[in-house]
């Protein structure tokens, strides 16, 4: 079992940037794979970002060479830095850890970007 918690959304003008930190109840050196969806009103859950161990990072095209997946195995969290956000950015953003056969998601935090 691996519990995910979210934090560092919140309300933030069109340009500027966020930091999201999702952190893990397990090492998660041991976690095949992490990353962060997105949910917006009336829309599908996305993909954002995913990192791994052996293959390294991948980004959805709306958000690549704005946002950054990064991990501190010390602090067992991984974090999604978004610059330059756009109000098309805003949606509940969730954690992902795949671990064990298995998927694990967090409560999700929202990010609102206003134009």
């Known amino acids: 079992q691996v519990q995910l918690v979210e934090s560092g959304g919140g309300l933030v003008q069109a340009g500027g940037s966020l930091r999201l930190s999702c952190r893990a109840s397990?090492?998660?050196?041991?976690?095949?794979?992490m990353g962060w969806y997105r949910q917006a009103p009336g829309k599908q859950r996305e993909l954002v970002a995913t990192?791994?161990?052996?293959?390294?990072?991948n980004y959805a095209d709306s958000v690549q060479g704005r946002f950054a997946i990064s991990r501190d195995y010390a602090r067992n969290t991984v974090y999604l830095q978004m610059e330059n956000l756009k109000a098309e950015d805003t949606a509940v953003y969730y954690c992902?850890?795949?671990?064990?056969?298995?998927?694990?998601w967090g409560k999700g935090t929202l990010v609102t970007v206003s134009s």
């Open positions: 992902l850890a795949f671990y064990g056969g298995k998927q694990y």
């Open positions: 990192i791994r161990s052996t293959t390294g990072t």
């Open positions: 397990t090492t998660i050196a041991s976690v095949n794979l």
